[in-house]
Structure formats: C-alpha cells, structure tokens
C-alpha cells in the first residue's frame, strides 16, 4: 500500500476539510460512486432504488453537491456490491471522470413520447 500525501487546509470559516491528491472528501468520494455505478452499467435511478435514497440525490452527490452520511454511503455501497472504503479511492494521476452510461433519463423519455 503506497502513502497518499494528505493536507489538512482551512476553508474560509469552517472547519478544516481533508484534501487527499487536490481533492477534498466530498469530491472523493462523488467521482468514485461514479465511477463504480458507471463501470457496473447501473443507471442514478437503479442505485436510488436500490439504496432507497432519491434519484435527484445520486445526481447532487455525484456532482459534489451532497454531502451524505455514513448511512447513505453505507446503503449505496452496498447497492453497488462494493465495502465502503471503495468511495475513497484516490483516483491515478491523469484518470478521466466515468462517462455517461448511453441513454439515460432523457432519452428514456424522448422513446416514450409520442410522435406527433
């Protein structure tokens, strides 16, 4: 197991935030539930369900916009089939955010409406 460098800096005027190879905890772990749904082809709405948490949520957390709980993180990591140390993964220098899975949301809905 290599050592990752760790900062402990101080944002504005709250408290102090880990920030692990330039990002902090919150980023960390969005950009890994990411890539683990996306490599397991799994959909926002599939994890939601399967977590039993919001869609919408899956979607704010990923972008960095949430910050769940130990509980939430627990629930998703085991919707994903992972342990919940895998959501802080430092990712490799130069690694690239998971794409989009092909379809998705909208295009569920551009299928299922109806030609005029």
Do not use: C, H
Not at 24 to 53: K, M
Not at 74 to 87: H, M, S, W
């Amino acid at each position: 197991m290599s050592i990752v460098p760790v900062t402990i800096v101080r944002g504005g005027i709250g408290p102090k935030r880990l920030v692990v190879a330039g990002m902090n905890a919150r980023e960390l772990v969005a950009w890994n539930v990411r890539r683990l749904r996306v490599e397991r082809g799994i959909a926002q709405e599939a994890l939601a369900g399967d977590a039993e948490i919001d869609r919408t949520y899956v979607s704010r957390m990923e972008r960095g916009m949430e910050n769940p709980t130990v509980g939430v993180l627990e629930r998703i990591a085991r919707a994903l089939g992972v342990p919940i140390t895998d959501f802080f993964t430092v990712p490799k220098t130069g690694a690239k955010l998971a794409p989009l899975l092909p379809g998705g949301r909208k295009a569920a809905m551009k299928r299922s409406s109806p030609k005029g």
